[in-house]
């Protein structure tokens, strides 16, 4: 079973046997209820997926599967081909020593036999000890491009890896996969805050599974929506990969500048980082789905893209320079205050804005002179944002801005006034105490 990305567990699902009896698994981790919460019953069933994934419950439809798209699945997890009535259909055995059940896969389906042999096969699957089989089925499911990392870490006792290695390793797949789905929402050399809940949102439909032996961890990017990610991805690996030789032949940072356009930037050279750190080195390697086909610009078949600890230093002065070298960025964005703090009863004073638009982040803090100041603390009291001008500063990861100019209160609907004010009548203690000097 495959969790989304962004559960805490970030991988398999499997419980074990609580001596109840065979498969018997003992239910999640249930919190306590909040003070003043009412529980819920317990019904110690999972919520169900939801997305792409939300009818993939149980083997795929045999009527539904292309059966070049098995057969083109049970190439790519190392699945062997044992000849086959020719023009009918082939037998396919598991990787490694070939013991265990073979498949029978149909050529097309043309075959008269064709869901019935289709049947078999997927069931074949669902109850192999292979561990290929889960992501067999898994492709077949959705149609999904797959990314696979892989760390070269020293074994553990059975050939396993501690469980920090195993945490970095996963750790540092969600950090490059958020760098690919921030690069789709604008080439920066560093993001920052910007753009981060839509890009986190955008990776809500992806799912994973670790490798036996826990070095490796394959996600599945779903083609709709997540192609975006992956071809971004594709590009901006391959350009990293080349900036690094490059600084590592010349030591010019020169190739980093035009390689973010393909997509690389401080988060991304700080994901590899991650991946690379304690290990004798790592590969990236992608795989789109049969069902869809490569995209335009890509190879049909990419290489794994390596990365050694030898090109540390070059992906560290690289991710140093993308957070020196980001500028700011001039914005006129609409806030709700939720903050405010001076140190006396006049002067300047620094207010805490939720960003409602002209920014891609949640909020920002602002520098404002007693006027500006003033007409922020009454624009809050009546329920109303305000609209303000300055510079989004890289420093920080574009949470602060300077230069603000233009402080004036925007008339909202009915509605929002009401949950304006409501945040600050349930909060008024709060904002009491946030107006003295002890704050921040």
């Known amino acids: ?68 798209v098995l057969g083109a699945l049970l190439a790519r997890h190392g699945w062997r081909r044992r000849g086959g009535a020719v023009g009918r259909y082939s037998r396919w055995t598991p990787p490694g020593s070939g013991t265990g059940t073979s498949l029978l896969v149909p050529e097309s389906r043309a075959f008269p036999d064709c869901e019935d042999l289709l049947g078999e096969a997927l069931t074949a699957l669902a109850h192999s000890a292979t561990p290929s089989a889960r992501e067999v089925l898994t492709g077949l499911s959705v149609p999904s491009d797959e990314i696979r990392w892989w760390r070269d870490v020293p074994p553990g006792p059975a050939g396993t890896v501690p469980w920090t290695v195993q945490e970095q390793l996963r750790s540092a797949a969600r950090q490059l996969l958020l760098a690919g789905a921030l690069a789709v929402r604008a080439r920066a050399g560093y993001h920052g805050a ?102 335009e610009g890509c190879a049909a078949r990419p290489e794994p893209v390596e990365f050694s600890p030898g090109d540390l230093p070059a992906l560290r002065e690289a991710s140093a320079r993308y957070l020196t070298d980001e500028p700011s960025v001039p914005v006129r964005l609409t806030g709700a205050v939720v903050r405010m703090r001076r140190s006396g009863p006049r002067g300047e004073g620094i207010v805490r804005l939720r960003v409602l638009g002209g920014a891609e982040v949640p909020h920002v803090r602002v520098a404002l002179d007693e006027e ?43 509605t929002e006034r009401d949950r304006l004010l409501k945040a600050l009548h349930e909060n008024l203690d709060f904002f009491e105490e946030a107006c003295g000097p002890e704050e921040e």
Not at 42 to 65: E, H, L, N, S
Not at 249 to 271: H, I, N, P
Request: hydrophobic content about 35%; cysteine-free; overall charge neutral.
């Open 372 to 414: 500006a100041y003033r007409t922020a603390g009454h624009a809050h009291l009546v329920g109303l944002p305000i609209r303000v001008v300055g510079r989004l500063e890289s420093r920080g990861g574009f949470r602060r801005l300077t230069d603000a100019t233009g402080v004036v209160p925007v008339q909202v609907d009915e």
């Open 1 to 68: 079973m495959h969790r989304p990305i962004d559960d805490p567990g970030f991988g398999d699902a499997r419980g074990e046997g609580d001596g109840a009896g065979r498969g018997s698994v003992p239910p999640p981790y249930r919190p306590h209820p909040a003070p003043g919460e009412t529980p819920g019953p317990w019904t110690g069933i999972p919520a169900p997926p939801v997305g792409p994934w939300a009818d993939t419950q149980g083997t795929p439809d045999p009527g539904r599967v292309d059966p070049r």
């Open 194 to 295: 910007r753009h981060r809940r839509a890009a986190q949102a955008s990776l809500e439909t992806v799912v994973v599974g670790a490798a036996p032996g826990g070095r490796g961890l394959t996600a599945f990017l779903p083609v709709e929506p997540g192609r975006p990610i992956a071809v971004r991805l594709y590009h901006a690996l391959y350009a990293a990969r080349e900036a690094v030789d490059y600084q590592r032949a010349t030591g010019g940072m020169e190739a980093f500048d035009t390689a973010v356009e393909a997509g690389v930037s401080r988060e991304l050279t700080e994901a590899l980082v991650a991946l690379v750190r304690g290990t004798e080195g790592a590969r990236i390697a992608l795989e789109w789905a049969p069902a869809a086909g490569a995209p």
